[in-house]
Every structure is written in structure tokens, then in C-alpha cells.
């Protein structure tokens, strides 16, 4: 083995996933407290970012992401018909189907986002939803690879 | 609305006791964050909350000079209202603190990965100070708070808390679907744990309320619209029958709305024969001297109980919970009925006679010899209907024996579970919901009557499973703060709604169409229109920030810089946040 064959087997090991998480303060923050008040135990690759309503994550958000390296984005919000402010997430989940495509075409694949729902008692949801955003990643590697 | 002040952050990292220190290595964290830019103090302490962390911060600021304070504790959820309140009592605005949530999301949640939760902690600590250099300070708002309080359901909670509200000298509005007062309450002859029928302990209530000069009362009627916010909320009544419709300014709400009985379908051949109801079923047969066989009007002889139907159902959703008051009513319905019945059964899981005086009832019903037999969770026991005849069959766990029972009434003492309409309240009053499908409070220990809408409180089995009594303590509750907020007649708001740049704005309506609260309007008298925000609407979703094509709108407290700066702190080395290349 050459020494840079061992540097990228080393390199692989010690990769992990750099999650961005975008949160809802009512639904889906709510639900990563209380998976922590349940002791429920998830991979710690995920940052949570709390916004107000998925409606507030503008595109832009996920793309800087990105661009600053995030392997992969997860949205958690309120259910449809369940948003505290009545409709925002619709609009994040119609701005973010256009975004998929367009990044898709940009060449990164588009299971670096995961745009899920997990209200404020559905704890395993959220917890769930971080484990599949992390593992699905992980499959895909690292972010920076996939540029070059 | 700028700080002018270069930033100065104090950071104070919690231990909460065993809670985040068993796990994250918190002097480590604070040791960190003093690396960090504008950083001026840092430190780790083990409560944060506690009388002597609310004064250190308070200490901290006057000797440092802070401006700026991070909290790395628990979920701000749970005590951002606590720390808001220390910053600003030393002098620092409310909008100028942060926090971190390195309990819920980091050491519960993470308990076997101490290192990785390290890390994780001190990157939550990275972007908190980030968006604490980038907040801005924001001017505290009141607003006033009519006083007018909507009670939105007429049974026992929704009547004692029109009642109290109406006797502090404050008007009610009580909205009632039915076209009677009382609820479930009045139609139940066995109440525990007084002696009494729900009729006899209700008439008083209804006729006080009735009589209530303070008190209005629309019955046939639903609420169909609300709008507005705390202390001023627009309503729109309509009465069901006529379906005429009535618009009220009210201040504070109140939503009572209760629970329905579970109609046990698939369970213990329920539906099979008529003689087999639930316990709200029975409660419900008009009182008589003798209790009649619904199938032929024979008295019954022998009849029989079985608890936690459709309750306590790990998995099933919706049924999970304890519904709380079965226990108490089967053991008094069945003591009472024992007095006329020769043979009483109660099949039960579990026997949890909790509250007041309910032991009480389970021991005179063990005196008048009611049976009461256990049977497995895992094994429930057998219903089936052949000829006309209930016939059950179970294993009794104390005597590990297989018994058969021929009961002429089998009565199921069915859950409590949400009104088929919760989800329109939920709907209407911007309430969540929790697993068991009732409200969720605000806070499960420190706020149970309030909720996440400012101004809506909640009551009575609205919220949860709970018997009348305990429905009842939730009313003067909830009471108690929908006039503790008209008394005060304001109440301070969140500053943080949207403000949108007339310079920026290209008056292309998106941010009109995509408001949920028709809070954005065009500005006609300048040209060309501009949009502009009319701030008491805005609920700061930021829907509209984000959708702006132009950048012109700002979410207060919630800017694109304040999100995008937490993003770099998390994904950028510092040399790159210098503006170097990547590593």
C-alpha cells in the first residue's frame, strides 16, 4: 500500500457526515427536545439551526450549505396542515422540489437533502430522520469528492 | 435598531448538574468558546438557571462589560424566557441573548458518545457566538389586552372558568356546540368522587353562569374564524342552526373542548349485542331503580367490567395514554351497582385509584363484594356473543386459572380520546398536539394551561385524560391567567416580525401572496407602490423574507446573516472565515 493509498483509507475513517439541520421552533425542534427528554439515542452529525417556519429557509440557505462544505441538509418541519403558521412549510417544500432538480443538474445528488415532517411528540421521527439523512450520506461520501 | 457597540459575549456553559457535564466535557467547551472572536468571558457553572447562575451572568455583564451573552444549557424552550429576563435586568437587551441547547440536543441524546457530543457541543457554542455577534438589539413592544375572554366549550372546565373570569369583574364570551351546557358531566349518574349525579353537581354551575351578568352565552354555535393576536384577537362565532354569523373582539382565550368516549369497535365483541356498552354508555341510561338488560328489559343480575379498553395500548396510536378517570368510575359505578346487582365483576390490567378519595371508592367496592380479577396484558380476555348471550372467558393472573363468566351487561370503560374536530381547533388556534392526540401545553411541568399562542390558554380534558375534578383545577387555572393578562391590560410582544426595505422592493407582490397572515400590503401612495408590513399582524414566520425575490424584506432577529453566519461558524475554518481558502 502507498503511503497515499494509506492516507485516503485513513481519511475515509475519520470522515464523518457534516449535517446541516434546518428546524422549525414549533414541530421539529420541539420533537429534537423531546427525542433528548426521551433519551433517544441518535448519531451526533447534525447541527440544528432553530428557525421560526420552514418557510423561512430560503434556498439559499441550502446552497451556501454546500457550497461551505455541508455533506448533506435536513429541513424538519411541522406537518402539512399541522404549520404553526398555518402554511410556511408548503412553501418550503415547493421551493425545495425546484431546488433538488436544479441542483441535481448542478451535479450533486439530491440525497444530500432530506426534507422531512416531525411534529413536537414525534420524537423517533426526528431521530429516525437524522439517522437516514446521516447514513444516506455516508453512502454517498464526502461532499467535496463529488465536486471533483 | 443597531448596535453600535463593538460586541462584547460573555458565554456561560451549564452543567446542569449531572445532566450535560456526565456527558460533554463542559470546561473543555468553555475553555474553547474564550478563543472565540469578541469573546470577552467565558466560563462554566452548574445550574445557570439558579438563583447564584442568574446572578453571576448579571455580575459577568457589569464587570466585563458585556453586551452580549451565550448560554449553553438546556433547550430555550424550556428557560430563553428566564435568561431574557437576567440579560435585560443587568441592562442588555432581551434580543441580545442566545442560546445553546446542549441538553435535549446534545447530552441526552448522545450518552454513549461523551467525545462526539464534545464536539458537537463546542460547534453549537461556535455558531451561537457567531449569530450573537451578528444580533442587533430590538425595542420591547406592548400591546393591550382587551377585556374580553372567549371560553370555547360549555362543559364543567369551560363553565368554572367563565364563571371565575366573570366574578373578577371581566367579560366572557362562552361558545357551546351543543344546545345544552354541561357536557359529558350532566349526563353521568355515578360521579365520584361525590355521592351525587353529574346532573346535581353541574345544575349550579349552568345556572350560575346563565345568570352571570358578565357572561355570554351562545349555544348551537362554533367558532369559524380567528385572527388577530394576544390581547386583541378578531372572532367570528356562527350558530349552527341558523347559521347567522357574529364578529367579537376578545383579549384572552380559553379552549375547552374536551374529549369524546372511545366507541370501542373491534374490541370485546363490542357492537355484537346491545348488551354490551361502555361505561359512558351506562353512565348515560337514564337513572331507575332497577338496571334493565338493553336487549329483552329483564333486570340484569350479573354484570361485568373491563377496564383499559382502548387506553394503555403501547404502539396503537392514539391509545397509549391512560385516559386517568376509568379506574375511579368503573370502582364507583360498580360499588354503586352492587347495592341492586347480585353479581358484580370488574376485569382489570392494572387498579390505579390516584386522586382524592379515589382509594376510597376501590376499597367500598371490595366491601360490598364486588370481583375484582386480573387478567394478563399480553392475553385480554375473550368476548363472544352466542344466542343472544355474552359469554367471556380469561385467565385470572392471582389464581393462574382459566374462568368463564356469563354477564347480562358487559360494560367497557373505553378511553378518553379527542373530539373528531380537534384537528380544526388545533387549526384555528395555531395549537400542537401531542402523542396522545389533546393539546399540548406549553411547557409539560412549568406551563400546562398556557400554550405556544400567545394569549390561548387551554383546560380540562382538552389537554389531556383527566377526570372531572382535575378538569375543573385546570379552569380556575386557566382563569387565573387569562385575567392575570387583563388585569395587567398589556402585555409585551415579540419584536421580531418582518420589516421590508422600500428602497430594495420591486413591487412584484410575492411577498402579498405568500403571507398567511394578510399582513403585507402595497404602499399605493408612493410610486411606484412599495410593500410595507403591518407589524401587529406579522407573527414572524419570515415566509416573506425568504421568498423575496429582491432581498428587501428583513425577519427581525432572524436576518439571512444572523442564519448564514451560524452555517460558516459550523463548516469554515477560522482561516477561511478570514477569507482564506478552504483546508
Given at each position: 500500500?502507498?503511503?497515499?493509498?494509506?492516507?485516503?483509507?485513513?481519511?475515509?475513517?475519520?470522515?464523518?457526515?457534516?449535517?446541516?439541520?434546518?428546524?422549525?421552533?414549533?414541530?421539529?425542534?420541539?420533537?429534537?427536545?423531546?427525542?433528548?427528554?426521551?433519551?433517544?439515542?441518535?448519531?451526533?452529525?447534525?447541527?440544528?439551526?432553530?428557525?421560526?417556519?420552514?418557510?423561512?429557509?430560503?434556498?439559499?440557505?441550502?446552497?451556501?450549505?454546500?457550497?461551505?462544505?455541508?455533506?448533506?441538509?435536513?429541513?424538519?418541519?411541522?406537518?402539512?396542515?399541522?404549520?404553526?403558521?398555518?402554511?410556511?412549510?408548503?412553501?418550503?417544500?415547493?421551493?425545495?422540489?425546484?431546488?433538488?432538480?436544479?441542483?441535481?443538474?448542478?451535479?450533486?445528488?439530491?440525497?444530500?437533502?432530506?426534507?422531512?415532517?416531525?411534529?413536537?411528540?414525534?420524537?423517533?421521527?426526528?431521530?429516525?430522520?437524522?439517522?437516514?439523512i446521516v447514513e444516506q450520506v455516508r453512502a454517498l461520501g464526502p461532499l467535496r469528492r463529488?465536486?471533483? | 435598531?443597531?448596535?453600535?457597540?463593538?460586541?462584547?459575549?460573555?458565554?456561560?456553559?451549564?452543567?446542569?448538574?449531572?445532566?450535560?457535564?456526565?456527558?460533554?466535557?463542559?470546561?473543555?467547551?468553555?475553555?474553547?468558546?474564550?478563543?472565540?472572536?469578541?469573546?470577552?468571558?467565558?466560563?462554566?457553572?452548574?445550574?445557570?438557571?439558579?438563583?447564584?447562575?442568574?446572578?453571576?451572568?448579571?455580575?459577568?455583564?457589569?464587570?466585563?462589560?458585556?453586551?452580549?451573552?451565550?448560554?449553553?444549557?438546556?433547550?430555550?424552550?424550556?428557560?430563553?424566557?428566564?435568561?431574557?429576563?437576567?440579560?435585560?435586568?443587568?441592562?442588555?437587551?432581551?434580543?441580545?441573548?442566545?442560546?445553546?441547547?446542549?441538553?435535549?440536543?446534545?447530552?441526552?441524546?448522545?450518552?454513549?458518545?461523551?467525545?462526539?457530543?464534545?464536539?458537537?457541543?463546542?460547534?453549537?457554542?461556535?455558531?451561537?457566538?457567531?449569530?450573537?455577534?451578528?444580533?442587533?438589539?430590538?425595542?420591547?413592544?406592548?400591546?393591550?389586552?382587551?377585556?374580553?375572554?372567549?371560553?370555547?366549550?360549555?362543559?364543567?372546565?369551560?363553565?368554572?372558568?367563565?364563571?371565575?373570569?366573570?366574578?373578577?369583574?371581566?367579560?366572557?364570551?362562552?361558545?357551546?356546540?351543543?344546545?345544552?351546557?354541561?357536557?359529558?358531566?350532566?349526563?353521568?349518574?355515578?360521579?365520584?368522587?361525590?355521592?351525587?349525579?353529574?346532573?346535581?353537581?353541574?345544575?349550579?354551575?349552568?345556572?350560575?353562569?346563565?345568570?352571570?351578568?358578565?357572561?355570554?352565552?351562545?349555544?348551537?354555535?362554533?367558532?369559524?374564524?380567528?385572527?388577530?393576536?394576544?390581547?386583541?384577537?378578531?372572532?367570528?362565532?356562527?350558530n349552527l342552526k341558523t347559521e347567522k354569523k357574529q364578529k367579537f373582539d376578545i383579549g384572552?382565550?380559553?379552549?375547552?373542548?374536551?374529549?369524546?368516549?372511545?366507541?370501542?369497535?373491534?374490541?370485546?365483541?363490542?357492537?355484537?349485542?346491545?348488551?354490551?356498552?361502555?361505561?359512558?354508555?351506562?353512565?348515560?341510561?337514564?337513572?331507575?331503580?332497577?338496571?334493565?338488560?338493553?336487549?329483552?328489559?329483564?333486570?340484569?343480575?350479573?354484570?361485568?367490567?373491563?377496564?383499559?379498553?382502548?387506553?394503555?395500548?403501547?404502539?396503537?396510536?392514539?391509545?397509549?395514554?391512560?385516559?386517568?378517570?376509568?379506574?375511579?368510575?368503573?370502582?364507583?359505578?360498580?360499588?354503586?351497582?352492587?347495592?341492586?346487582?347480585?353479581?358484580?365483576?370488574?376485569?382489570?390490567?392494572?387498579?390505579?385509584?390516584?386522586?382524592?378519595?379515589?382509594?376510597?371508592?376501590?376499597?367500598?367496592?371490595?366491601?360490598?363484594?364486588?370481583?375484582?380479577?386480573?387478567?394478563?396484558?399480553?392475553?385480554?380476555?375473550?368476548?363472544?356473543?352466542?344466542?343472544?348471550?355474552?359469554?367471556?372467558?380469561?385467565?385470572?393472573?392471582?389464581?393462574?386459572?382459566?374462568?368463564?363468566?356469563?354477564?347480562?351487561?358487559?360494560?367497557?370503560?373505553?378511553?378518553?380520546?379527542?373530539?373528531?374536530?380537534?384537528?380544526?381547533?388545533?387549526?384555528?388556534?395555531?395549537?400542537?398536539?401531542?402523542?396522545?392526540?389533546?393539546?399540548?401545553?406549553?411547557?409539560?411541568?412549568?406551563?400546562?394551561?398556557?400554550?405556544?399562542?400567545?394569549?390561548?390558554?387551554?383546560?380540562?380534558?382538552?389537554?389531556?385524560?383527566?377526570?372531572?375534578?382535575?378538569?375543573?383545577?385546570?379552569?380556575?387555572?386557566?382563569?387565573?391567567?387569562?385575567?392575570?393578562?387583563?388585569?395587567?391590560?398589556?402585555?409585551?410582544?415579540?419584536?421580531?416580525?418582518?420589516?421590508?426595505?422600500?428602497?430594495?422592493?420591486?413591487?412584484?407582490?410575492?411577498?402579498?401572496?405568500?403571507?398567511?397572515?394578510?399582513?403585507?400590503?402595497?404602499?399605493?401612495?408612493?410610486?411606484p407602490p412599495v410593500a410595507f408590513v403591518t407589524e401587529a399582524k406579522c407573527r414572524g414566520?419570515?415566509?416573506?423574507?425568504?421568498?423575496?425575490?429582491?432581498?428587501?424584506?428583513?425577519?427581525?432577529?432572524?436576518?439571512?446573516?444572523?442564519?448564514?453566519?451560524?452555517?460558516?461558524?459550523?463548516?469554515?475554518?477560522?482561516?477561511?472565515?478570514?477569507?482564506?481558502?478552504?483546508?
Amino acid at each position: 500500500m502507498t503511503t497515499v493509498e494509506k492516507k485516503e483509507v485513513q481519511a475515509k475513517k475519520e470522515w464523518e457526515p457534516q449535517i446541516v439541520a434546518f428546524c422549525c421552533n414549533w414541530c421539529s425542534y420541539a420533537g429534537a427536545d423531546l427525542a433528548g427528554t426521551s433519551r433517544i439515542q441518535y448519531p451526533p452529525n447534525a447541527r440544528i439551526i432553530r428557525v421560526n417556519c420552514t418557510g423561512r429557509i430560503s434556498p439559499e440557505f441550502i446552497l451556501a450549505s454546500l457550497e461551505m462544505g455541508a455533506d448533506g441538509v435536513l429541513v424538519s418541519g411541522c406537518h402539512p396542515g399541522d404549520c404553526h403558521y398555518s402554511s410556511g412549510n408548503l412553501k418550503l417544500r415547493a421551493r425545495l422540489t425546484i431546488m433538488k432538480m436544479a441542483i441535481e443538474q448542478a451535479g450533486i445528488n439530491p440525497d444530500r437533502i432530506r426534507l422531512q415532517w416531525a411534529s413536537a411528540s414525534e420524537a423517533q421521527i426526528f431521530a429516525d430522520g437524522v439517522t437516514t439523512i446521516v447514513e444516506q450520506v455516508r453512502a454517498l461520501g464526502p461532499l467535496r469528492r463529488e465536486w471533483k | 435598531m443597531t448596535q453600535t457597540d463593538d460586541p462584547r459575549i460573555g458565554v456561560f456553559v451549564c452543567h446542569c448538574g449531572h445532566n450535560i457535564a456526565g456527558v460533554v466535557d463542559v470546561e473543555a467547551v468553555a475553555k474553547m468558546a474564550e478563543s472565540l472572536p469578541n469573546v470577552v468571558f467565558s466560563c462554566d457553572e452548574m445550574f445557570m438557571c439558579s438563583d447564584a447562575g442568574q446572578q453571576l451572568i448579571r455580575d459577568k455583564i457589569e464587570e466585563h462589560n458585556l453586551n452580549r451573552v451565550v448560554v449553553a444549557s438546556c433547550s430555550p424552550r424550556m428557560h430563553e424566557p428566564t435568561f431574557r429576563r437576567v440579560v435585560e435586568e443587568a441592562g442588555v437587551n432581551r434580543y441580545l441573548f442566545d442560546q445553546v441547547n446542549l441538553r435535549e440536543h446534545v447530552s441526552w441524546c448522545h450518552t454513549r458518545q461523551p467525545e462526539a457530543a464534545t464536539e458537537k457541543a463546542k460547534d453549537l457554542v461556535k455558531m451561537s457566538v457567531a449569530r450573537a455577534r451578528v444580533l442587533e438589539d430590538l425595542p420591547i413592544k406592548t400591546v393591550k389586552v382587551l377585556a374580553t375572554t372567549l371560553v370555547v366549550g360549555g362543559g364543567i372546565a369551560g363553565l368554572r372558568a367563565a364563571l371565575d373570569i366573570g366574578d373578577r369583574g371581566f367579560d366572557v364570551l362562552l361558545v357551546e356546540k351543543e344546545s345544552e351546557l354541561g357536557g359529558h358531566v350532566a349526563k353521568w349518574t355515578h360521579l365520584f368522587p361525590a355521592d351525587e349525579s353529574g346532573a346535581e353537581v353541574i345544575k349550579p354551575l349552568i345556572k350560575d353562569v346563565k345568570a352571570h351578568k358578565r357572561i355570554t352565552t351562545l349555544t348551537n354555535s362554533k367558532v369559524i374564524e380567528f385572527d388577530g393576536y394576544i390581547g386583541n384577537f378578531e372572532v367570528t362565532v356562527e350558530n349552527l342552526k341558523t347559521e347567522k354569523k357574529q364578529k367579537f373582539d376578545i383579549g384572552t382565550v380559553i379552549v375547552a373542548t374536551g374529549f369524546i368516549p372511545f366507541r370501542p369497535y373491534g374490541y370485546f365483541a363490542y357492537g355484537e349485542s346491545p348488551d354490551i356498552v361502555t361505561l359512558a354508555e351506562l353512565q348515560e341510561l337514564a337513572p331507575s331503580d332497577q338496571l334493565l338488560k338493553p336487549s329483552d328489559g329483564t333486570p340484569v343480575k350479573k354484570i361485568a367490567f373491563i377496564g383499559c379498553v382502548g387506553s394503555r395500548e403501547p404502539g396503537v396510536k392514539g391509545h397509549e395514554h391512560c385516559s386517568r378517570h376509568c379506574c375511579a368510575a368503573t370502582a364507583k359505578a360498580a360499588a354503586d351497582l352492587r347495592e341492586k346487582i347480585e353479581e358484580v365483576l370488574i376485569l382489570y390490567q392494572d387498579i390505579r385509584t390516584y386522586g382524592k378519595g379515589h382509594e376510597e371508592f376501590y376499597r367500598l367496592a371490595r366491601r360490598r363484594h364486588v370481583i375484582f380479577s386480573k387478567f394478563p396484558r399480553d392475553a385480554k380476555p375473550v368476548v363472544t356473543v352466542k344466542n343472544s348471550e355474552v359469554h367471556m372467558s380469561w385467565r385470572d393472573v392471582l389464581a393462574d386459572r382459566e374462568l368463564t363468566f356469563q354477564p347480562d351487561l358487559l360494560v367497557l370503560a373505553t378511553a378518553m380520546i379527542p373530539p373528531e374536530d380537534i384537528a380544526e381547533t388545533a387549526k384555528m388556534f395555531s395549537l400542537t398536539r401531542s402523542g396522545d392526540g389533546f393539546f399540548n401545553p406549553e411547557h409539560i411541568k412549568l406551563a400546562p394551561l398556557t400554550t405556544h399562542t400567545a394569549g390561548v390558554m387551554i383546560a380540562g380534558a382538552s389537554q389531556a385524560a383527566k377526570n372531572a375534578s382535575e378538569s375543573v383545577i385546570d379552569a380556575s387555572g386557566a382563569a387565573a391567567k387569562a385575567v392575570g393578562l387583563m388585569a395587567k391590560g398589556e402585555v409585551e410582544i415579540e419584536s421580531t416580525v418582518s420589516h421590508v426595505l422600500s428602497e430594495l422592493c420591486s413591487s412584484c407582490h410575492t411577498c402579498i401572496t405568500v403571507c398567511p397572515y394578510g399582513a403585507i400590503n402595497m404602499d399605493e401612495t408612493v410610486d411606484p407602490p412599495v410593500a410595507f408590513v403591518t407589524e401587529a399582524k406579522c407573527r414572524g414566520c419570515g415566509t416573506c423574507a425568504s421568498a423575496c425575490p429582491s432581498s428587501a424584506i428583513i425577519m427581525y432577529h432572524s436576518t439571512d446573516n444572523q442564519i448564514m453566519t451560524m452555517v460558516e461558524a459550523y463548516l469554515c475554518s477560522p482561516a477561511q472565515l478570514e477569507g482564506g481558502e478552504p483546508q
